[in-house]
C-alpha cells in the first residue's frame, strides 16, 4: 500500500494534465484514508506499465503507469527520439497523426514537442486524419518514422500509440527486435523520473494539405470508376471516425457515385454514442447502416472501423435474418486478392500474402494465377514484409491493396478497390454475391468462422493456452485432429507466436491464439466443401465442437 502511494504521489507531481491529476488525487486521498475500492484502483493502475510492443501501446485513458495518459505519452516519445537518434547518422525525421479520439491530439502535440525538443524533425499532420494517410506520409515524406495516436476500432475510453519505420522498413509497422530496443529507451527515461525536466521545444512543422492531396490521388487511382455505373447505389459509414471526409475526396475524385451516408455516424465522435463497440464486426454495429441500406434500397453496405484501416462490406441476403449479411474478412479478403491476382498474372516475383489465421482460399487464388503464397503470423507488421506482394490481408477486415503507396491495411483504398470490383460486376449484370459464385466455381468453396471469447480476467486465457498445449484436442465433434502445431517455438519460416494450429482430416483448420489488441481468446475455424452450403455446414459443426471444448477447458 505504501509502495503504491509512494508511485502514484511522484506520479501525480509530473502529470500535466489537470483532468487526470484531479482523478489521481482523489484516488490517493481515499486510499490514503483506508477505502478498499481506491486502494484497489491503485494497484491497478500502477502495479505495472502498459507494455511497449509491435502494436506500440494501447491501453484505457487514466492516470498511472497502467493506462494511456499524457505522462506515459511523454516518456514513449522521448524514449523513442532515443532509439531514432541512436540508429541515425542524421537528424531523424518523424511525422505524427492522430485521429478523432479522446486526447489523441494533445498526444500527438506532446509527442511533436518531445521529438523537436529531442533536436528532431518533427512534423505533425494538418489535422485529424485516418491512420492510413499517416502510414502514407511516411513514405511520401521519406520520414525515417511515423507515430499515429489512435486506438483503432476499441472501445471509447482507449487510445494508444502505433509506431512506423521508414528507410529499409518502407513504412512498415515495427516488429522485434525494434519493439524491444524502442520499449528499453522508454524505461530508461521513466526510469530517470519527473517528465518536466525533459526538453520540449515549438519548433515542429505542421504538414501540408499536399501529403493529403496525394494520398487522395494515390488511392484513386487504385480503381478509377468504369463507365456506366452513375445509378449505383451503396451506403456507407464512418462509424463515429475520421473515415469520410478523406474517403468521400477519394470516391469524388474516381469518379464513383456518392453513398447514401449513415449522417449519425458520418462526422468523428469520440464517444461513439451509437454503437456498443466501435468495431464494424461487432454484433449490432452495424444495424444503423442495414436499416438506411433498406430505405435506399442499396446494393451493398460499406463500413470503415473508426480509424478507417479497416473495411467491412454487407450485401443484400434474403436467406437471413433482416436480409442483410455482412461478409466475413475471408470473403472480402478473397475477392480483392482475386483481383490484384489478375492483374498480376504473369509478373516476377508477384506473390499474394495473408496471416496464418485467415482463409487457406487465398493460396489457392494464387496457385490458380501462378502467384507465389507466404503466409505470416498475425499483424500487418509481418504481412507487409512479404516479398513480392501485391496483396495482403488479414480476416479481421484488414486489406493491403496498394504496397506502393501504403505499407500497412487501409480501408480506404480497399474500399475503393471493392467499389471497383462491384462497378464492373454491375455493368456485366451481376454484383457481388455473383462475384463471390464465380470465384467459388474457380479456386472451390470456402467458408470460415470464428468463436471469440472477451475476459475481465487476462489469467482466464492464458490458463486455457497451456491447457491446450497440456493436452491437445484429439478431435473437435466427430472430425479427427490429424496434425497440431505450437507455433511458440516458430516454425517452416514464420516467427514464433502464441498460436496452436491443428489440421483436422477432413481438410479443415482450426487455429486458436489470443488476440492482440483486446481481453479476448480467438478460434478461427476454416474449411472446403464441394459447395458454399457444404463448407458453410462444416464451419457451423465445428463452431460447436469448439465452443464445447473452451466450456470444458474454461
Not at 88 to 104: E, F, L, Q
Not at 233 to 250: D, K, L, P, Q
Not at 314 to 340: C, H, K, S, Y
Not at 519 to 526: A, F, M, N, R
Amino acid at each position: 500500500m505504501s509502495e503504491r502511494l509512494t508511485q502514484a504521489r511522484a506520479w501525480l507531481r509530473q502529470d500535466p494534465d489537470p483532468e487526470t491529476r484531479d482523478e489521481l488525487a482523489g484516488i490517493i486521498t481515499r486510499a490514503a484514508g483506508g477505502d478498499s475500492t481506491a486502494i484497489a484502483d491503485l494497484d491497478d493502475r500502477f502495479r505495472t506499465r502498459l507494455a511497449f510492443g509491435t502494436a506500440g501501446l494501447r491501453g484505457e485513458l487514466g492516470a498511472g503507469s497502467n493506462r494511456m495518459n499524457r505522462v506515459l505519452v511523454t516518456q514513449a516519445a522521448a524514449g523513442f527520439a532515443g532509439y531514432l537518434l541512436q540508429r541515425s547518422a542524421t537528424r531523424p525525421t518523424v511525422v505524427i497523426g492522430y485521429d478523432g479520439r479522446r486526447n489523441s491530439r494533445r498526444f500527438a502535440l506532446d509527442s511533436a514537442e518531445i521529438l523537436a525538443g529531442a533536436g528532431l524533425r518533427a512534423i505533425l499532420l494538418p489535422r485529424l486524419l485516418p491512420t492510413p494517410v499517416l502510414a502514407f506520409a511516411v513514405r511520401h515524406l521519406q520520414a525515417d518514422a511515423g507515430i499515429m495516436v489512435t486506438a483503432s476500432h476499441n472501445p471509447p475510453d482507449d487510445n494508444g500509440y502505433k509506431v512506423y519505420l521508414g528507410g529499409d522498413d518502407a513504412g512498415s509497422q515495427i516488429v522485434a527486435p525494434a519493439d524491444a530496443e524502442i520499449a528499453a529507451h522508454i524505461q530508461r527515461v521513466a526510469d530517470a523520473g519527473d517528465v518536466r525536466l525533459l526538453p520540449r521545444s515549438d519548433a515542429y512543422e505542421l504538414a501540408g494539405e499536399d501529403v493529403v492531396d496525394a494520398y487522395v490521388a494515390a488511392t484513386a487511382a487504385v480503381a478509377p470508376a468504369p463507365f456506366g455505373v452513375q445509378e449505383m447505389r451503396w451506403v456507407y459509414t464512418a462509424m463515429h471516425g475520421v473515415g469520410w471526409e478523406t474517403f468521400s475526396r477519394v470516391v469524388k475524385s474516381a469518379g464513383y457515385p456518392a453513398p447514401r451516408t449513415v449522417d449519425a455516424q458520418r462526422d468523428p465522435d469520440p464517444t461513439f454514442r451509437t454503437v456498443a463497440f466501435p468495431n464494424p464486426e461487432e454484433p449490432g454495429a452495424m444495424d444503423l447502416a442495414i436499416a438506411r441500406a433498406r430505405e435506399a434500397d442499396a446494393e451493398f453496405i460499406i463500413a470503415n472501423d473508426p480509424d478507417a484501416d479497416r473495411l467491412a462490406v454487407a450485401i443484400p441476403d434474403a436467406a437471413v435474418d433482416g436480409g442483410w449479411r455482412r461478409l466475413t474478412g475471408n470473403e472480402v479478403g478473397l475477392l480483392l486478392g482475386w483481383r490484384a491476382a489478375r492483374a498480376a498474372q504473369g509478373a516476377p516475383g508477384a506473390s499474394l500474402a495473408c496471416s496464418l489465421v485467415s482463409s487457406p482460399g487465398l493460396g489457392a487464388v494464387a496457385e490458380r494465377y501462378g502467384l507465389d503464397f507466404h503466409e505470416t503470423l498475425t499483424g500487418f507488421k509481418w504481412i507487409s514484409r512479404a516479398p513480392g506482394m501485391v496483396f495482403g490481408f488479414e480476416e479481421a477486415l484488414g486489406y493491403l491493396v496498394n504496397p506502393e503507396t501504403v505499407r500497412d491495411k487501409d480501408g480506404i483504398s480497399a474500399a475503393v478497390a471493392l467499389l471497383g470490383l462491384a462497378a464492373e460486376a454491375r455493368v456485366n449484370g451481376s454484383g457481388i454475391a455473383g462475384l463471390l459464385a464465380e470465384l467459388g466455381a474457380e479456386i472451390g468453396h470456402f467458408a470460415s468462422g470464428q468463436v471469440s471469447v472477451r475476459v475481465d480476467d487476462l489469467s482466464v486465457i492464458s490458463g486455457t493456452m497451456a491447457s491446450l498445449r497440456a493436452e491437445p484436442p484429439t478431435a473437435f465433434g466427430s472430425r479427427a485432429v490429424a496434425s497440431a502445431e505450437d507455433l511458440a517455438a516458430g516454425d517452416a519460416g514464420v516467427p514464433a507466436g502464441d498460436v496452436l494450429r491443428y489440421r483436422l482430416d477432413d481438410g479443415s483448420r482450426v487455429i486458436v491464439r489470443p488476440s492482440g489488441t483486446e481481453p479476448k481468446l480467438k478460434v478461427y475455424i476454416d474449411a472446403r466443401g464441394e459447395s458454399t452450403e457444404a463448407a458453410a455446414a462444416a464451419v457451423t459443426e465445428l463452431e460447436a465442437a469448439v465452443r464445447a471444448m473452451l466450456a470444458e477447458r474454461g
